[in-house]
């Protein structure tokens, strides 16, 4: 069969087993997959092309297991408009995604101690606005015109064995501003003052908001895990007189009184 033959040769998911035309195909390493089997990896998997159908089936139910996680998961706090962060406080949790229907989405839902770093990034782009003149031709303002475009992303990075990174926009579109003058440093004009727009503020202190969030949790799981290979100190039990290393729960390891109550 000839390289066109092979193009147009159809094959089956490795996954649920449907016929695949040229145009279903999804492919994988060694293999391919059709399209309603792909929408079940995580969001954040980039390595389609470079997976191999057992690595592929591997994420496949790690993502099923992940059901019941979110069946489970309780939002304690939320932060973002668009794309939010949830946090389940009571079991160390946390998810990112933009769905309504928690339960049909399946976000990843993730552990406080997956989180490995935060940070925001806020992306700049302009364009001088131009005015068409009496021969029909586009030329400058005078003095002349720009527009600038701002979009808010977060950055979470994570350990987990299918993606390493979180990256979703705060804002449903670009914030602009306008304004008016020749460029001052660095090709930005003079009058360029972004903080003051009320839009780019909310914006920039949303994303801090969530980056404190974040490595406050990240930080609290560190300090239970120092806390717990800390050494313990032998006290005197108030009910019983004995010398005694209180137990996981704080208790007396010979009458189970409460030492650390």
Not at 63 to 78: D, G, L, M, S
Not at 148 to 153: H, R, S, V
């Amino acid at each position: 069969m000839g390289l066109f033959g092979k193009l147009f040769e159809k094959e089956n998911c490795a996954f649920c087993g449907k016929e695949l035309g040229v145009f279903g195909k999804k492919k994988l390493e060694d293999g391919v997959m059709c399209g309603d089997c792909q929408k079940k990896l995580s969001p954040w998997f980039t390595e389609r092309k470079q997976s191999t159908i057992a690595e592929i089936q591997e994420q496949l139910d790690y993502r099923e297991a992940n059901k019941e996680k979110v069946a489970a998961f309780n939002t304690t706090r939320t932060f973002g408009t668009h794309t939010k962060l949830l946090l389940d406080e009571d079991n160390q949790k946390f998810m990112v995604t933009s769905a309504r229907n928690l339960d049909e989405a399946n976000p990843d839902v993730l552990s406080y101690s997956d989180v490995t770093g935060c940070t925001i990034d806020i992306d700049e782009s302009s364009r001088e606005e131009t005015r068409t003149d009496s021969e029909g031709k586009q030329v400058s303002y005078n003095p002349p015109r720009y527009t600038y475009y701002y979009n808010f992303k977060v950055i979470i990075n994570v350990r987990n064995p299918y993606f390493d990174e979180i990256k979703f926009q705060l804002n449903g579109s670009a914030i602009e501003i306008d304004v008016i003058g020749r460029p001052g440093g660095f090709g930005r004009p003079a009058t360029l003052r972004p903080e003051l727009n009320l839009d780019y503020r909310e914006y920039k202190a949303m994303g801090e908001e969530i980056k404190e969030a974040l490595l406050n949790v990240r930080q609290q799981v560190r300090d239970e895990v120092a806390a717990a290979a800390a050494p313990k100190a032998a006290v005197t039990c108030p009910y019983c007189g004995a010398t005694t290393t209180p137990d996981a729960s704080g208790c007396c390891e010979y009458c189970g009184g409460a030492v650390n109550a």
